[in-house]
């Protein structure tokens, strides 16, 4: 099997192709995380690489959240970054009620604190072209786009999932 850049199963350019956000059908369930999903990756990670959607891995950043039981905000935002740079996503903060073009998606990203200081964990949901947001339940979770409460999603700043808190969202927008 070929190694492309930074010792993936697949070029990075096969996986800016892949990128499918108007995905309603999720085929990869076991197999992808809530970072894939916003992503709009629905490959395995296996097929990409061990560990893919860690935030980083895709870049191959020197920051290893698999050697971690917590981690930084920083580390975590720096992460997306490199990953959102390889794979060629132009991205930019905006608040989640804000109007994006058509050619955009947003995301919004959820951590779990582990003190004042470090977090335990991060877990992000997209917005579909309809308003509502959804987001994926780790490994072996459904897309859902109900809150811990059984409230459909329309703003995650409103929403409630358990033990974790809103923290930021960002709009990317796709090369054409």
Not at 21 to 45: F, V
Not at 49 to 78: Q, R, T, W
Not at 90 to 96: A, G, N, Q
Request: aromatic share 16%; glycine share 6%; net charge neutral.
């Amino acid at each position: 099997m070929q190694t492309y850049e930074n010792g993936l199963k697949m070029s990075l350019q096969e996986l800016r192709s892949s990128i499918d956000i108007g995905k309603k059908e999720w085929t990869s369930g076991h197999n992808t995380n809530c970072y894939a999903y916003a992503l709009g990756l629905d490959i395995p990670q296996y097929k990409i690489k061990y560990g893919a959607y860690e935030p980083g891995v895709i870049a191959n950043s020197k920051i290893d959240f698999f050697s971690k039981e917590v981690f930084s905000y920083n580390d975590l935002i720096n992460n997306l970054y490199l990953d959102f740079n390889a794979l060629g996503i132009v991205f930019r903060e905006i608040s989640p009620l804000d109007k994006i073009s058509s050619n955009e998606w947003k995301i919004a990203l959820f951590i779990t604190w582990y003190n004042q200081n470090l977090l335990e964990d991060f877990h992000f949901l997209r917005q579909h072209n309809d308003g509502i947001w959804y987001h994926k339940n780790g490994f072996y979770g459904d897309v859902s786009n109900y809150d811990d409460h059984g409230k459909i999603i329309t703003n995650p700043k409103k929403c409630f999932l358990k033990y974790r808190e809103y923290n930021k969202c960002l709009s990317l927008t796709l090369p054409k």
